[in-house]
């Protein structure tokens, strides 16, 4: 038998190559506008398959993208004449509600995670799409609604099982592999495949949520309101701003379908009864178009806007960390802002205070600790037509908030940018990145993310 039979008959998963039946639907990301024609996509049933995948790529001299939830708006769970080593079967989830630990495969996504730890009344901090995958969240260092009282979604990893590029699989945490631990809470997929999250959980059940409309008219203001209060506000508490076309469905009232309005919609996860009081200054500014909050099961937050955002629309993002929201960068989202084209698109303003402030800068690889926000500009469209229009708003509101910026993005919300971009979103820690990276994976075997090279 050749390499690639005896590869392909050690596997317990599918492999699904050009000319295959279902070929076309595999080597689709959930970004439309990345069309990449991957030489095999490996469907992996078990970790010994991505063992095998890592080992025959390393062999054939293969670029290998790792797929989780798919939601890379590059498209790095894709790649033009590599491997895909898709994760999405390894969905496994162990619940310990006792020691309030979850352990989650390589391939589950935000809404599995929710699902399986609301039960027992637990959460850990994820995504605010249930769709998006743990794997590059996680890896990217991660937010969501209970980070400011929690953490970022790296800061309660306690441990993972990694595959490195020597298809040796490594326990990562505090004392195993303390390098490589450090490494993959914000230095991406750089430095192996995750097969396994070890989560810590903490006691969320119902939360306070939902959100609050304006005006567009009154942006500066509601800006000023959200990045006033905030700060004074308990951890609990996390909100995001929003510039927005309200979408045409229930509940939003008929009158406002379709308007472009701006709003803040908050998640309090204290007492739900203690949400009122806590939002108040934010509800009684105004007074709002609309404005609906209250109790929910904490996974139907997490669920609340999937239905803006299915699989296969064309997307282009932009971003930048701020370190406040100062009026000059108040005045370009009021320039900008309302220039949002679909209904399916963002302009969002995240807060990353609260907690993600109690952890140094150099004790992850996520390093922007003293930022408050990061916001984010997406064009989004069921229609590929418009898009080098509505790509032409993003980059020129992007282009007028940069200089007020605190210089990196996120690296999950990053496009293809160049290097340079990727180094400045790591600010001090990029060179032990680098280092650790030569140890981990010297033939950068995993190049197909934003990519951080070996050290010489
Ligand atoms: C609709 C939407 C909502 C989002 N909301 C949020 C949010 O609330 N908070 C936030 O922080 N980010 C958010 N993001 C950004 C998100 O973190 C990134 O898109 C991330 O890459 C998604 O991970 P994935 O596994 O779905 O992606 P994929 O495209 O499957 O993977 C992207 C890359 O991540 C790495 N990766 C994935 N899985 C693993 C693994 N198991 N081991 C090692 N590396 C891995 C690999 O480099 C891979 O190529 C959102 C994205 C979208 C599209």
Request: hydrophobic share 40%; charged share 20%; aromatic share 10%.
């Amino acid at each position: 038998m050749d390499a690639t039979a005896t590869f392909v008959s050690a596997l317990r998963g599918r492999v699904v190559r050009s000319g295959d039946d279902g070929y076309e639907t595999a080597r689709k990301v959930y970004n439309a506008q990345i069309d990449r024609k991957p030489r095999l996509i490996v469907q992996c049933a078990d970790v010994a398959d991505v063992i095998h995948c890592v080992n025959y790529a390393r062999e054939q001299g293969l670029a290998a993208a790792i797929r989780g939830g798919s939601h890379s708006a590059p498209g790095f769970g894709t790649c033009d004449d590599g491997m895909v080593i898709d994760l999405s079967r390894l969905k496994g989830i162990h619940v310990d509600p006792a020691r309030r630990v979850a352990r989650v495969e390589g391939g589950g996504t935000w809404g599995d995670v929710d699902h399986a730890t609301h039960v027992f009344g637990l959460a850990t901090p994820g995504g605010l799409i249930s769709t998006t995958g743990v794997g590059g969240l996680t890896t990217g260092g991660g937010f969501g609604h209970l980070t400011r009282r929690y953490g970022l979604v790296c800061d309660n990893l306690l441990s993972a099982d990694v595959v490195t590029a020597d298809g040796t699989i490594r326990r990562a945490s505090g004392n195993e592999n303390p390098d490589l631990f450090w490494a993959i809470r914000g230095g991406g997929g750089n430095f192996g495949i995750v097969t396994s999250f070890e989560f810590r959980l903490h006691p969320v059940h119902t939360v306070y949520a939902g959100p609050i409309l304006y005006p567009v008219g009154k942006a500066a203001e509601v800006m000023r309101l959200f990045r006033d209060y905030m700060p004074t506000a308990p951890r609990e508490l996390s909100a995001f701003f929003a510039i927005l076309i309200v979408p045409p469905v229930l509940p939003f009232p008929a009158h406002l379908h379709m308007t472009t309005v701006c709003g803040i919609v908050v998640a309090y996860c204290g007492d739900p009864a203690g949400g009122d009081d806590v939002t108040k200054p934010l509800r009684e500014f105004g007074p709002p178009l609309f404005s609906l909050t209250g109790p929910m099961p904490y996974p139907m937050l997490q669920s609340m806007f999937d239905g803006l955002l299915p699989h296969g629309l064309h997307h282009y993002w932009k971003a930048d960390f701020m370190a406040g929201l100062n009026d000059d960068a108040i005045a370009q989202h009021v320039k900008f802002g309302p220039g949002i084209p679909t209904v399916n698109s963002a302009m969002h303003i995240y807060p990353l205070d609260g907690a993600v402030h109690d952890t140094s800068k150099d004790a992850t690889a996520f390093s922007y600790r003293d930022v408050r926000y990061t916001h984010i500009i997406a064009a989004v469209s069921p229609d590929p037509a418009p898009m080098p229009e509505y790509r032409d708003w993003v980059r020129d509101y992007w282009k007028a908030l940069h200089p007020l910026s605190a210089g990196g993005a996120y690296v999950n919300f990053l496009m293809e940018e160049g290097e340079e971009r990727v180094e400045s979103s790591y600010t001090g820690n990029f060179g032990r990145l680098a280092a650790i990276k030569a140890k981990y994976d010297p033939g950068n075997l995993f190049r197909v993310n934003q990519n951080i090279k070996p050290a010489a």
